[in-house]
Antibody, heavy 120, light 110 residues
Framework: QVTLRESGPALVKPTQTLTLTCTFS??????????VSWIRQPPGKALEWLAR???????YYSTSLKTRLTISKDTSKNQVVLTMTNMDPVDTATYYC????????????WGQGTLVTVSS | QSALTQPASVSGSPGQSITISCTGT?????????VSWYQHHPGKAPKLMIY???KRPSGVSNRFSGSKSGNTASLTISGLQAEDEADYYC??????????FGGGTKLTVL
């Protein structure tokens, strides 16, 4: 059974760096074809893809946010970490992690999401 | 990169069919058969409904179907039911190996 769970601070201040952790089970990110992505959804707005890390440690970022994002993995802990620098109130959103099937680049399994509010 | 273009809202009566479009470019939807669709009920995790343009994951009703023509993909829901009321998002792989979502479509079952 594949599960993913996001964790991190519920509240961050403007200009701070956000660190989110996706802890997963039911698969290994060392298995060929496995990938994990981060997606966010601001309140009342659409889903927005942020970043992806592949089993071979290839990394890809949203072109509009790439200067602020870093994605990494700890295969031994079954975790993927996303950092986002220089947080702003417009970054207030529910942040999701999801497993991607590299065979088709679709988000097959999702975490429940974690709401991050940016406010002073 | 701009989001894929979806209608903001669609509606239909129970039993009817509706279609949601998802328009991209030749650098994403038009060039790859990596289009997927997600159903999102507020407060819940999005659910995969269609992948690879037209394939249904196990457990998804065959009332949901997908297709693509040129730079536009479509999701059709037949025999509308009240529980289909949700937000729907398309997603596509892109030529620079990123992924992108559409702006989302709110489906109302009248």
């Amino acid at each position: 059974q594949v599960t993913l769970r996001e964790s991190g601070p519920a509240l961050v201040k403007p200009t701070q760096t956000l660190t989110l952790t996706c802890t997963f089970s039911g698969f290994s990110l060392s298995t060929s074809g496995m990938c994990v992505s981060w997606i966010r959804q601001p309140p009342g707005k659409a889903l927005e893809w942020l970043a992806r890390i592949d089993w071979d440690d290839d990394k890809y970022y949203s072109t509009s946010l790439k200067t602020r994002l870093t994605i990494s993995k700890d295969t031994s802990k079954n975790q993927v970490v996303l950092t986002m620098t220089n947080m702003d109130p417009v970054d207030t959103a529910t942040y999701y992690c999801a497993r991607i099937e590299r065979s088709g680049y679709y988000f097959h399994y999702w975490g429940q999401g974690t709401l991050v509010t940016v406010s002073s | 990169q701009s989001a894929l273009t979806q209608p903001a809202s669609v509606s239909g009566s129970p039993g009817q069919s509706i279609t949601i479009s998802c328009t991209g470019t030749s650098s994403d939807v038009g060039d790859y058969n990596y289009v997927s669709w997600y159903q999102h009920h507020p407060g819940k995790a999005p659910k995969l409904m269609i992948y690879d343009v037209s394939k249904r994951p196990s457990g998804v009703s065959n009332r949901f179907s997908g297709s693509k023509s040129g730079n536009t993909a479509s999701l059709t829901i037949s025999g509308l039911q009240a529980e289909d009321e949700a937000d729907y998002y398309c997603s596509s792989f892109t030529s620079i190996s990123t992924l992108m979502f559409g702006g989302g479509t709110k489906l109302t079952v009248l």
